[in-house]
């Protein structure tokens, strides 16, 4: 098994105009901005992700970083911030980790004054070499709502391949697979 616990807390800062954005593993330090950019964010992620990765208030946020970090110790998944100015702008994640396989789920959500800079592509490409290089993942799967024209260009940026059509495949809607293998 993948033992997510030795991991870094932080991986490299993204670069923006706006000065570095740094990427900081979920921790219960992150309540209240997380809580925040949940607010923020709530009406485009939940139809996608559901509510439990975008909690909403300070309780739900404390419930979500909890899960997380037990998805970590058990190596489940492991779960980091974009984190500028003290705000949280979003979320990137690996998770439904098959230690077998060492296949996983590549997922993300940013709040809506942060799309379009780049920072999906940019945590998506972080997480991607953490998979690749320092978990020993061979394979990262990317489900995406067909019609999220932005998440698609997303998956193109990072080398991700159309696999086809999954029917009914999240929370009952259909979604497009895509893969990144080493």
């Keep these: 098994m993948i033992d997510l616990s030795i991991l870094p807390s932080r991986l490299p800062p993204i670069h923006t105009e706006q000065g570095p954005v740094t990427v900081e593993r ?14 923020q964010a709530i009406h485009h ?10 909690p909403v208030t300070p309780a739900l946020a404390k419930q ?39 296949t996983a789920n ?21 997480l991607k070499k953490l998979a690749f290089n320092q978990m020993n993942l061979n394979r990262l799967e990317c489900l995406i709502e067909p019609n999220n024209k932005a998440s698609l260009r997303v998956a193109e940026r990072i080398g991700a391949v159309k696999e086809g059509l ?14 990144i293998t080493v």
């Design 26 to 39: 979920i921790a219960a330090k992150h309540t209240q901005i997380l809580c925040e950019a949940s607010q």
């Design 45 to 54: 992620v939940k139809p996608w992700l559901g509510s439990g990765l975008c």
């Design 64 to 102: 979500c970083i909890h899960a997380m970090e037990v998805d970590r110790d058990t190596g489940y998944g492991l779960t980091y911030l974009l984190v500028h100015e003290e705000r949280c702008l979003g979320m990137g994640l690996i998770n439904y980790i098959h230690h077998s396989h060492l």
């Design 106 to 126: 590549l997922g993300y959500w940013l709040r809506p004054d942060a799309c379009g800079k780049g920072l999906a592509t940019a945590i998506c490409e972080t």
């Design 166 to 179: 999954c029917r009914k495949r999240v929370f009952g809607r259909d979604a497009l697979l895509y893969s």
